[in-house]
């Protein structure tokens, strides 16, 4: 009489389980990433909106803004706590813009950590890539870097 095979035996069920398991190990480090990385860059459009209305708001009175608030439309998103002068509030000279991410509902690597947009020409140029940021540069916007 002659046996039926039927199913997978126990060491190949194993493997399959080992290869799932691998494949997890990788793929979970890249997807945190990934999403900080999309969440970082919703700092970079609030700031980025920011910087046409200071620009013109500089060029008309000769001195920057005391809030953010003030002239920006939007300073708070999903994921950005808020937006605020932190270098040149009133007067004229450089200025640096610091958006600050949430502490919860955003990724650990970022959360609380800060991004700054600064000028030092009135507005005709801006920089986000220094060093300064809390935010580690492989989070950032390739042009912030």
Known sequence: MKLL??????????????????????????????????QVTEAVELLSGGKTAMAEYYA????????????????????????????????????????????VGVNTLIASKTLFLKTVDGGKNWSCSDNTATILARYRPAACR
């Open 5 to 38: 095979q039927k199913g997978f035996t126990l060491i190949e069920l194993m493997i399959v389980v080992a290869i799932i398991g691998i494949l997890a190990a990788v793929a979970i480090p890249a997807y945190q990433d990934y999403t900080a990385r999309a």
């Open 60 to 103: 008309d009175k000769g001195v920057w803004p005391l809030a953010s608030s003030s002239t920006m439309g939007n300073t708070m998103g999903k994921y950005v706590a808020g937006i605020a002068l932190t270098m040149g509030a009133g007067i004229s000279g450089p200025l640096t813009l610091t958006a600050t991410m949430r502490a």
